[in-house]
């Protein structure tokens, strides 16, 4: 496990699947975790809507008064929507980019002023569908594959500053959790539909929330040092083929 002694990483979609995995993962690296989603309660620090620019501006500023810096940020709030092109409504359309979008430009945007100063890490949680289409994923597909692109403009925008602030994309196939749940509750066929999803992968079987979460903590820490701009697909190999 990387370690991430003395620094502060805030997260958004928090208590999610893979934000409670990665939660526990930065604070076993001895980081402090500042845990946000949309209501606050349980394990959330702090309320965080992600397309709201004045939680983002509110979130910050708290953060500079009690930490006064901030090393890390993973955007990984973020929502599906399972319909192909003509079976998406314009209101799903931008509510699916205005989350997974909008809502990670606004977490570069607003976490910049206080990760430059001491340098840091981004860290956007896209998906395997940010970098290959299905035929029901018009607008996941859209919102990923723009935030691989967000994800190589920021790198770039950060490299030229002393220290360096980095950024990168994880690419998770399928992961075990509640996202995976509804997509097979809600097929015609869940058993079929659970079969199909693991078949599609190389090595045979979904990943795990906190293998994703180790990822994601290895991009955060400084033994990832020279690593930026990049799309890592965790994937069991699914985009190998
Ligand atoms: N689960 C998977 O199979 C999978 C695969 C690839 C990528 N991903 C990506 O990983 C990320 C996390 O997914 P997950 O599986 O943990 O999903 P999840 O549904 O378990 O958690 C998502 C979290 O985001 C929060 N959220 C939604 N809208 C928000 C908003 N406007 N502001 C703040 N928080 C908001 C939700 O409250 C929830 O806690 C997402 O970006 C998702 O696209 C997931």
Redesign the pocket.
Known sequence: MADLTGKVVLV??????????LVAAIRRAAATALA????SGKGIDHA?????EA?WVRVIAEIERRHGRLDGLV??????ALASVEDTDFATWRRVL???LD?AFLGCKHSFPLLKRNGGSIVN?????GLVGGHNLAA?NAS?GGLSLLTKSVALHGARLQPPVRCNAV??????????E?IVRTARNPEAARQRLDADIPLRR??R?DE?ADLCVYLLSDESAFITGADLPIDGGLTAR
């Open positions: 958004t979609g928090a208590a999610g699947t893979i934000g409670t995995a946000t989603d949309l209501t965080l809507d992600v397309t709201a939680d955007n990984a709030a973020g929502i599906v205005s989350v997974n809502g949680v896209s998906s395997v569908s996941y990923k690419c998770p196939a399928f992961v075990e959790g509640a996202m995976v509804e979904l990943g929330p994703v």
